[in-house]
């Protein structure tokens, strides 16, 4: 079936360092991916999003990656700050022509001082 | 702040009850969608509307049942509550219907059933 996978649960990286998550999706279909941050408490925060005809977005300190060969999706934070910590979770819009999105399973960014 | 605003925060319930959740969507989007997120399911899409009509359906169960009125405000109604259906219930909306829309997310509902 469908499915939005996160390689790695848990990325511990030092402040300062660039941090990179990963994902791996599995419908060939989607056309559209999302990353969002999610704090303690909170709801998902957009942070970038990519169209399946690019490879690569830039935003503020990040930096979205798209693979479709492989089906892969990557989100690079640069000069990770404590304020970073949070869960990251990508997300893709499947094969629907609808703004259902398929999220995946989330990876903890934990950034130490 | 996304602008989307979710009411009430949290909700502490008994099994067999049914609640109301509420969701304003961010001012001008016409579209809204509710996703549940557990612990062991991870963010799931429930449904969504777009001017007042059922657009999609995702996993959801019968027990739930939502609408958007006029104002597009929307409500999630849950039934027959379970112990199961403890989450956290998010609502996104989005400017138009499109697969490609970015959407802004509220702060939550935590429904715990007891």
């Known amino acids: 079936g469908e499915s939005v996978g996160l390689h790695l649960p848990t990325l511990s990286v030092q402040e300062g360092d660039n941090s990179i998550i990963n994902c791996a999706y599995s419908n060939s279909a989607s056309d559209y991916f999302i990353w969002y941050k999610q704090e303690s408490g909170k709801g998902p925060q957009f942070i970038i999003d990519i169209r399946s005809n690019m490879d690569k977005r830039q935003g503020q300190r990040v930096t979205v990656l798209l693979n479709k060969t492989v089906k892969h999706l990557s989100l690079q934070i640069a000069a990770t700050q404590p304020g970073d910590s949070a869960v990251y979770f990508c997300?893709?819009?499947?094969?629907?022509?609808?703004?259902?999105?398929?999220f995946g399973q989330g990876t903890t960014l934990q950034v130490k001082p | 702040d996304s602008g989307v605003t979710q009411t009430p925060k949290h909700l502490i319930t008994a099994t067999g009850q049914r609640v109301t959740l509420r969701c304003s969507p961010r001012s001008g989007d016409l579209s809204v969608y509710w996703y549940q997120q557990s612990l062991d399911q991870g963010l799931q899409f429930l449904i969504q509307y777009y001017n007042g009509e059922e657009r999609a359906k995702g996993n959801i169960l019968e027990r739930f049942s939502a609408q958007q009125f006029p104002d597009l405000h929307s409500e999630l109604n849950l039934s027959s509550l379970e112990l199961g259906d403890s989450a956290l219930y998010f609502c996104a909306s989005s400017g138009q219907a499109a697969s490609t829309d970015t959407q802004y997310f509220g702060p939550g509902t935590r429904l715990t059933v007891l």
């Open positions: 997300a893709e819009n499947g094969s629907s022509n609808t703004g259902k999105l398929i």
